[in-house]
């Protein structure tokens, strides 16, 4: 299940703009469904329409995945789409959507621990129910796993990925890692999404 935060408040108030999907990461300025459409050549329409939508919900059912803001509701500071103007967040039970559906094996956060990520509001969630993650890779993106408390005596593990955000704030984090520096070093016309989808694309 990839698990994001909230759309930008344009999506609230459908004042939508030329290029916006009226559906999960539908902003024109996002980048998750680019990503996507490259590792599958999916072809996808860009564009306010039914047929954008459905293409996405027909994909997302086809290999399985679900998709969930972890953000019930907010307030903004500002009227942006930046995480960090959020306040008074109010969170989805994330974690009985998990036990509402047994397949969900793993959990793939667009974004990380840093204040008002999927992972950071997925913590305090956790936090809430005693269930602590354990670390299975540090480096970018950091893996954890988690066994959720028996149910009818059936434990879980769930394993979660932080996937570096598919946003354009998020480039200039991308431009500072070193393993993006080699690879741009080898190709200068590899760019940021360049580098999301090899990131992206084992874990899909």
């Known amino acids: 299940m990839i698990v994001g935060t909230l759309p930008p408040p344009r999506f609230t108030t459908q004042e939508l703009r030329e290029g916006d999907v009226n559906f999960s990461y539908g902003s024109r300025d996002g980048q998750l469904w680019p990503i996507l459409d490259r590792i599958f050549e999916l072809n996808l329409k860009y564009e306010t329409t039914k047929d954008a939508i459905l293409e996405r919900k027909r994909f997302l059912k086809e290999r399985k995945i679900g998709i969930c803001d972890i953000v019930e ?3 903004r500071t500002k009227i942006d789409a930046s995480d960090l103007g959020m306040r008074n967040v109010k969170l989805r039970d994330l974690i009985g959507c998990i036990y509402q559906y047994p397949n969900i094996r793993e959990l793939l956060f667009t974004g990380g621990n840093s204040k008002n990520g999927p992972e950071f509001f997925f913590r305090k969630l956790a936090k809430v129910k005693g ?13 954890h796993q988690f066994t959720l408390p028996s149910e009818n005596g059936l434990e879980r593990i769930i394993k979660t990925v932080s996937l570096t955000a598919p946003s354009g704030a998020a480039n200039r984090a991308v431009g ?6 080699n690879l741009k070093a080898k190709d200068f016309l590899f760019n940021t999404i360049d580098f999301r989808v090899l990131q992206y694309a084992p874990f899909f």
């Open 176 to 181: 500072g890692l070193q393993s993006y520096k």
């Open 131 to 143: 269930i602590q993650l354990k670390m299975i890779d540090g480096q970018v993106p950091r893996i």
């Open 73 to 75: 509701n907010a307030q």
